[in-house]
């Protein structure tokens, strides 16, 4: 290689280098440009429905025959009239606002847009349009059946109400009590054995409340107040009541169209019977969209220093036992077919196949060998207006033995 090739390619290098260096200058002011170029929102129009609302020097009043307020959409957001913010922020903070409102299951369809003012180039106005949807709620299981409202009055305000055999109670849940983003979630229920001849026949009432506040409409966090106590009428014995205290946060990040997932946390500080029993439950759930499949992605701790049983799991796994301390599961499904229903209700087939595996602590030797399960099945799920989901599915696991399980999930 000649000396002439040698100074040509040095000098090629070097302006190579100079090139990206001034491209990565360029980009970063520019980012740091969009960042610092501040603008006004001046006003925030909403449409409900027919009605149709401004939100400018004063919060707009409720109109008649409202089914949501206006107060309960803006729960949604933190955007207001007056807030000065990069362009780069409101457009992110817009995105975020029409995904959790399309997330919450309240409207068939919402969307929101920023409109920039012809007069004064620095001021922006937010334009939210929403359509109301169906606020009933169905569910159920084994031997008994839910049914609730997510909206009462027009605000984040719902009831529920579990009745059957083996199960029963009743619910309240406030997502922006006195419209200041305060949870409040009073419950009473009531449970037995009585339907299971294998097992101790018992009835057990629970009876508590949540209570928090919404740091963002994502992030959760508060503490739980709760009594419960158990009768055995075989051995006929006097009640044992069981006080817990629950510290609390949970974490929604809002979804797109391909990924969406929630964080819980729990720590169940339990006095029974003069003991104190600490207990620690977290779960990591995530759903993702991997070309024609979704994947439900679940992980979790749940951990207890005692030997009690534990109802937190009930609502997650299928098969593994409630006093799984370690747990983790995999679903894919595949849908067979979409459409809608009598012109209003979005039906969906999924097939799908799953596994769960998990271990029990058995309070003093470390946990037990892993149990694992897998199986198959099929899933309806009955979307707007209804938001019911329906489950047939088979499992088998690692002792050999099979299950064929139904359940109907609401989303509730």
Not at 85 to 106: H, Y
Not at 137 to 158: C, D, I, K, P, S
Not at 297 to 303: I, K, M, S, W
Not at 304 to 332: C, H, I, M
């Amino acid at each position: 290689m000649t000396a002439s090739m040698t100074k040509r390619r040095e000098i090629l290098f070097l302006q190579k280098k100079t090139a990206a260096v001034i491209l990565i200058t360029i980009l970063a002011s520019a980012s740091i440009f969009a960042e610092n170029n501040k603008v006004t929102i001046s006003r925030i129009k909403l449409e409900i429905d027919n009605a149709r609302y401004t939100w400018d020097e004063s919060f707009p009043e409720d109109k008649e025959d409202v089914r949501i307020s206006p107060k309960a959409v803006f729960s949604f957001t933190e955007l207001k009239p007056g807030i000065e913010i990069s362009e780069q922020k409101l457009e992110k903070k817009v995105k975020i606002f029409e995904t959790r409102l399309n997330e919450s299951g309240l409207f068939y369809t919402a969307s929101v847009n920023i409109i920039p003012p012809k007069r004064n180039p620095q001021k922006r106005t937010i334009v939210v349009k929403v359509m109301t949807g169906f606020f009933l709620r169905f569910g159920g299981g084994n031997a008994y059946g839910y049914l609730g409202n997510m909206v009462t009055g027009g605000r984040r305000a719902e009831w529920g109400i579990t009745a059957g055999a083996n199960f029963a109670g009743i619910n309240f849940v406030l997502r922006n009590a006195f419209n200041h983003g305060i949870y409040l979630n009073p419950y009473i229920y009531y449970k037995n054995h009585l339907l299971r001849s294998s097992d101790l026949k018992y009835h057990k009432f629970r009876a508590g409340s949540d209570f928090g506040k919404y740091l963002t409409p994502d992030l959760l966090t508060g503490v739980g107040f709760e009594t419960e106590t158990h009768f055995y009428p075989e051995l006929s014995s006097t009640p044992d009541f069981d006080y817990t205290i629950t510290p609390f946060i949970y974490l929604t990040i809002p979804g797109t169209s391909f990924f969406s997932s929630e964080i819980k946390l729990k720590g169940p500080m339990i006095f029974t019977q003069g003991t104190f029993i600490p207990s620690i439950f977290a779960k990591v759930n995530a759903t993702e969209e991997i070309g024609l499949f979704t994947l439900i992605q679940t992980g979790g701790l749940h951990y207890l220093w005692g030997n009690r049983d534990s109802s937190l799991l009930e609502q997650y796994l299928r098969v593994l036992p409630t006093e799984t301390s370690v747990f983790g599961s995999l679903e894919a499904a595949l849908s067979i077919f979409d459409t809608t229903l009598f012109s209003i209700m979005e039906t969906e087939l999924e097939v799908f196949i799953f596994g769960e595996a998990g271990s029990i602590n058995n309070y003093g030797s470390g946990l037990q060998p892993i149990i694992y399960s897998a199986g198959s099945g099929l899933r309806l799920a009955l979307k707007t207006p209804v938001f019911t989901t329906i489950e047939l599915y088979l499992n088998t696991n690692n002792a050999g033995s099979s299950l064929l399980g139904f359940r109907i999930i609401g989303d509730y």
